[in-house]
């Protein structure tokens, strides 16, 4: 993928990014990425927890949502689901399989996808 992709440590840190608060306080007014890639094990704030604050809010509540983690439990799947998550993709163990899984799932959401216009 040619496109930027930032990462963040923590949920904490995510939703500092996300909603322009904390040391990301400068994106404020900045786009919003094309799509997130949210692990479950997350320091701070779980994945879940980050993908609930992304759906209760207007301004992240479309913005695509892929759980790419290396949970196998059913639970997650389906509370990721009912959370609002776009997609549920298991991380490969595999360093090579990983980045191409991760390729594929950039290819899908940055080149495929046709997203729905911006908020109003």
Do not use: C
């Not at 904490?12 to 479950?40: M, S």
């Not at 799947?77 to 980045?99: M, Q």
């Amino acid at each position: 993928m040619a496109n930027r992709v930032e990462v963040v440590r923590d949920g904490a840190e995510a939703l500092d990014y996300l909603f322009a608060t904390g040391p990301y306080a400068h994106r404020a007014g900045k786009e919003l990425p094309a799509v997130v890639l949210l692990d479950l094990m997350l320091p701070k704030l779980s994945g879940l927890e980050v993908l609930a604050r992304i759906r209760g809010d207007s301004r992240t509540r479309r913005l695509p949502v892929v759980i790419l983690t290396s949970s196998d439990d059913e639970k997650d799947l389906v509370r990721s689901y009912y959370l609002g998550s776009n997609s549920y993709v298991r991380k490969p163990i595999d360093p090579g399989e990983f980045t191409r899984a991760v390729a594929q799932v950039g290819l899908y959401w940055l080149a495929l996808n046709q997203p729905p216009p911006p908020s109003q």
